[in-house]
């Protein structure tokens, strides 16, 4: 076992994560009608369904089922892969859409660069050994040049995602004061979510115990992103609270646009 080999709380820390994402999503349940926050829930949807994927339990049960379907080993890892990328690019275009000047650029900068992600990380995926190896988690098979290439392309748009996503951040800090909590909470879970592109960069030169280590901090980022997210619904529902309550009108019919940050 490695220094930063921690295969049980890493288990238990991705059970802790989905109960924290399952509540998150149960808070923000009334926001999937509301465009300028329903990428901030589905950002939410996607680390809680990137994390369960790449998850050391997933491999024995969501693992084979996939290989039933498709006839290739550790495909869970690769659409967990994707999840993390599109929760990145979708936490992103909450921003943008907050940035009337920025709208007209989510395709270029958002859509297109995901797409050349998901299809260079299939083709080199399909292509390696890993693939074809039941026996292993697919952080520690042997790193073979295809195996490393998809984790290289892997951790390149997870930096470029998470970097335009630091950029936003910032812009409302400087634009938007209102903002300042939840865009604080949010450079926060970036900047954890960096040490877990730093695991698998690591991984990329062949040191596997290191991959646990970034999944505790993936872990992390989700929950300072999940549990940041949810509390700034709440404190935009609470002037409306009581007039909700006393209608029995739903989280959603509150009058979105007087709660818009």
Known sequence: MGILDIGVPVTVACNITLAIVAWALWVRRGTWRIPWESPTTGAILLLGVGVALIAPQAESNIGKMLYEITGLWHVNNMIGFFCLQAALASSTLAGMLRMPSMRNRIAPMLHWPFAISV???????????????????????????????????????????????????????????????????????????????????????????WYDGGLLATCICTVVFSISSSRSWQRKLTPWRNLLVATGARWFTGRPDKIRS
């Open 119 to 209: 299809a260079l990380i299939v083709a080199l995926f399909c292509h390696s050994k890993g693939s074809n190896t039941p026996e292993k988690l697919l952080p520690h098979i042997s790193h073979y040049p295809w195996i490393i290439a998809c984790f290289a392309v892997h951790v390149t748009a997870l930096l470029y995602f998470g970097t335009l996503n630091a950029w936003v951040a910032v812009s409302h800090l400087r634009d938007d004061p209102r903002a300042k909590p939840v865009a604080i909470a949010w450079l926060v879970g970036l900047a954890i979510g960096a040490l877990s592109i730093v695991g698998l960069g690591i991984l990329i030169s062949g040191h596997a115990p």
